[in-house]
């Protein structure tokens, strides 16, 4: 089995400050993770994933996240963040070889406060 | 490119109710699938549907049960409602043959359950 763990229920930070939304993952087999984003009152938005090769990958918006599986993480960063920005994300996991169910975090709120 | 539509967007039932919510998936895709996402919490795997088979299914009991059309659309059916059903209900469609996890989310169906 598969889980998800997102270590910061709530994120507050300034207007063009960078930011770090931190995701950990347990699994018995190998995974693709994933981070998505969800909006008010919308659906989720894939923002990047990582399938294989290299550990840091980018995604839209100008996020990019790190693939460290020693420390079975994939965390989040953005350097300059933009009002815009505030949104619910969620680091997600995909076991490999099974079908497309994604076991999602509970999700970190990123307040972008000018 | 048409996006996923779901069906409706916020609906209020009581206790014992059915409802039916309904999902048409991105033009050329054959693989629907429903995620439950509670308030605060990140989307649970409901089931999903590929060809109008059921291919794999959550921690959910009976009474959440699914169908698939030929158009590949997709319905949502949950009997006797408990206050605990509750939720955003997510409708996301996929091509299974695609990239891996790429899930393209609806804006989702508000349930609540009086």
């Known amino acids: 089995a598969q889980s998800v763990t997102q270590l910061d229920s709530q994120v507050p930070v300034f207007e063009e400050a960078p930011v770090e939304l931190r995701c950990n993952y347990s699994?018995?087999?190998?995974?693709?993770l994933f981070w998505y984003v969800q909006y008010p009152n919308q659906g989720l938005q894939l923002l990047l994933k990582y399938l294989s090769g290299s550990t840091l990958v980018k995604g839209i918006n100008g996020f990019e996240a790190e693939f460290n599986k020693s420390q079975t993480s994939f965390h989040l960063r953005k350097p300059s963040v933009h009002i815009s920005d505030t949104a619910e994300y969620f680091c997600a996991a995909l076991p490999q070889g099974g079908s497309e169910k994604l076991v999602f975090g509970k999700g970190t709120k990123l307040t972008v406060n000018p | 490119e048409t996006g996923v539509t779901q069906s409706p967007t916020h609906l209020i039932k009581t206790r014992g109710q059915q409802v039916t919510l309904r999902c048409s998936s991105q033009?050329?895709?054959?693989?629907v699938s429903w995620y439950q996402q509670a308030l605060g919490q990140g989307p649970q795997f409901i089931f999903q549907?590929?060809?109008?088979?059921?291919?794999g299914r959550g921690n959910f009991p009976p009474r959440f049960s699914g169908l698939q059309f030929p158009n590949y659309s997709s319905e949502l059916n949950v009997n006797a409602l408990e206050l605990d059903d509750s939720a955003l209900y997510l409708c996301?469609?996929?091509?299974?043959?695609?990239?891996?996890?790429?899930?393209?989310f609806g804006e989702g169906s508000r349930l609540t359950v009086l």
């Open positions: 033009s050329g895709h054959n693989t």
């Open positions: 996301a469609s996929s091509r299974l043959a695609g990239v891996a996890g790429e899930l393209f």
């Open positions: 549907y590929y060809r109008e088979e059921e291919n």
């Open positions: 699994s018995s087999v190998s995974v693709y």
